[in-house]
Each structure stands twice: as structure tokens, then as C-alpha cells.
């Protein structure tokens, strides 16, 4: 049974935060920085660290275990932070687990295992013990291929697992889960283009990329359209999936020059093997790509 004060804190708006780097591909601290205190003057309700946007894969442990202390020390309580701590050995996202967790981390992710081919029996190994590490809630990471039903009633088994981060543009499958799970699992919808949609399906909140950017915009109207007000959300919705289409094939560069020219923090060039190919649009066009969304929001916090 998931814990009430743990029920209040997962939920809502989670940017999946962005790890400043450097051209030599180390983190930036002063940039980290900038970034945390955004989404805390934004009021977002958490930070979750180092997965897929965070780059976490393309950090080696102790670049890891230094970016969590880094984040965790910086927030200081001021929002709850959930690290995604998958790697490819089990034992590694064990200790990385254990590490986020002695530092004060809230919460802990993980993707399913990696480059082999995951039996059932295999996944739910792993996500055990990851979840038997430490006594934090622990929240799989769907992403990539569906979730299998027998996995997900054998998760329900282990009380650290207290709900999912559901990375899929599928709602059926959303409802799905929502539907043979706990009532007190919470359900976090991962594809931004559905964060509206999501919480039709019982997502509590959502995690995503594009609220580094838009976190007050975002958290604006999915509040609103939570407390009836459908219309806006509907018009919002298909602005800001139009958007995520145009951006997508350009997303590591967008998202750079974005966040330089809106709020002053530069995020740095992707590690490889990743890739930021020129924009096709001027810093003009990008900014007004950002404000015609902005406008929906009637106190944007940047």
C-alpha cells in the first residue's frame, strides 16, 4: 500500500531533466544549476534524473552517482527527485539505487533490461531487485515494447514498486495497466503529445522532455483541463503535438538553442553517439514556436 505522503508526491508535472554538459562531454554544474532553480521558480512538482533525455545511458556509474549528488544537493528538498538508475547489469543499478536513495533521492526508476532478450522471468529479476535495494518507491520504465500483463501482476507482488513511468502513445495500453493494477499504483504517462490524453487513461502525472522548456505552460493546462476546462486543453493539445512533430527530427539541437534563448541556460551538444544537425529555422522563428504556446498559459514563469 502506497504510503499517503508518497500518494501527494507523485504526481503531476516531472521535467526529464536535461544534463548540462561541457564540449568534453563532463557535466556543467553553473548550467545544472540554472536548470533546477527553473523548474523549483516554476513550481513543477519533481525532477526526474538521467533518464533518456538526461542522457543517463552515456554516463559511465561515477558520472552518474556524481550527477545525482550534484541535482540532489542543489534542490535540497525544495522538489522531490526520482533517478532512473538502469544500466546494463542488474548490480550496477543496484548500487546506483542505493546511492540516489542515501542521498535523499524520493523515488527510483529503471529501464527493463538491456541488449538481451528479456523473458518475463528475466524483467521481473531485475526489477526486483533493484526494488529490494532500498525501501524507496520504485517505479519501472516502460519504454519500447509493451508491457506484458503476467509482468505486470507479478510487479504488484513487490512492495517497493508502487506504479510505473509508461513511456507509449498508446492509451489503450494505458487504461490496460491502469485497470489490472493496484488502486494505489501511480501511473506516469512519458509521451509528452499525451500528457492531456493520459490522465483520461489514469496517469496521476506526467514526465517528459518538453517541460524543461514549457514546465509552467504544460502544468497550466493539464491542471485546468483536469479541473474541466476542455476546451483550452484541446486547442493547446494540437499546438503542442504539431510542435513535438516539427521539432522531433531536430530535438537535441532544438531544445539546445531553445533553452538559450528562453531562459539563458545552455544545455551543451549531446554525448555520442548522439547527433544535433542544423536548424532549419532562424532564433526569431524559434522563439515565437515557443511563445504561440506560451500564450496559452496567462502567467508564463520563466
Known amino acids: 500500500m502506497i504510503h499517503p505522503q508518497n500518494e501527494r508526491i ?3 508535472i516531472w521535467p526529464a531533466l536535461f544534463t548540462p554538459t561541457r564540449p568534453d562531454g563532463q557535466v556543467q554544474p553553473q548550467e545544472l544549476e540554472k536548470l533546477i532553480n527553473l523548474c523549483i521558480t516554476q513550481q513543477l512538482d519533481g525532477l526526474y534524473l538521467l533518464g533518456s533525455t538526461g542522457q543517463g545511458f552515456l554516463f559511465d556509474e561515477k558520472q552518474r552517482m556524481a550527477i545525482t549528488e550534484a541535482t540532489l544537493e542543489i534542490a535540497d528538498k525544495r522538489l522531490p527527485v526520482m533517478v532512473q538508475v538502469g544500466a546494463l547489469n542488474t548490480e550496477e543499478s543496484v548500487r546506483l539505487a542505493k546511492h540516489a536513495v542515501r542521498l535523499g533521492a524520493a523515488g527510483i526508476s529503471a529501464v527493463g533490461p538491456m541488449y538481451y532478450g528479456a523473458s518475463v522471468e528475466m524483467a521481473f529479476q ?21 508491457a506484458d500483463a503476467e509482468l505486470i501482476q507479478r510487479l504488484q507482488t513487490v512492495e517497493q514498486i ?5 513511456t507509449t502513445t498508446k492509451l489503450l495500453e494505458i487504461s490496460s495497466i491502469y485497470n489490472t493494477t493496484r488502486p494505489d499504483w501511480q501511473l506516469f504517462s512519458g509521451a509528452d503529445e499525451l500528457m492531456c490524453h493520459a490522465a483520461l487513461c489514469g496517469t496521476v502525472g506526467a514526465i517528459g522532455t518538453t517541460y524543461n522548456l514549457l514546465g509552467s505552460t504544460c502544468q497550466y493546462i493539464r ?9 483550452q486543453a484541446r486547442a493547446f493539445m494540437l499546438h503542442f503535438q504539431a510542435f513535438i ?14 533553452m538559450q534563448l528562453r531562459h539563458n541556460i545552455d544545455i551543451g551538444q549531446p554525448k555520442p553517439p548522439l547527433l544535433a544537425p542544423a536548424l532549419p529555422w532562424t532564433d526569431a522563428e524559434m522563439l515565437n514556436m515557443v511563445e504561440e504556446l506560451e500564450r496559452f498559459n496567462p502567467q508564463p514563469v520563466s
Open 126 to 146: 531485475h526489477y526486483r531487485r533493484i526494488a529490494q535495494a532500498t525501501d524507496a518507491p520504485f517505479f519501472p520504465y516502460q519504454i519500447g515494447t509493451a
Open 162 to 166: 508502487q506504479g510505473m513511468k509508461l
Open 10 to 12: 507523485f504526481q503531476g
Open 223 to 231: 491542471a485546468s483541463f483536469l479541473a474541466g476546462e476542455v476546451e
Open 245 to 258: 512533430e516539427k521539432i522531433l527530427p531536430y530535438v537535441w539541437a532544438f531544445f539546445r538553442r531553445a
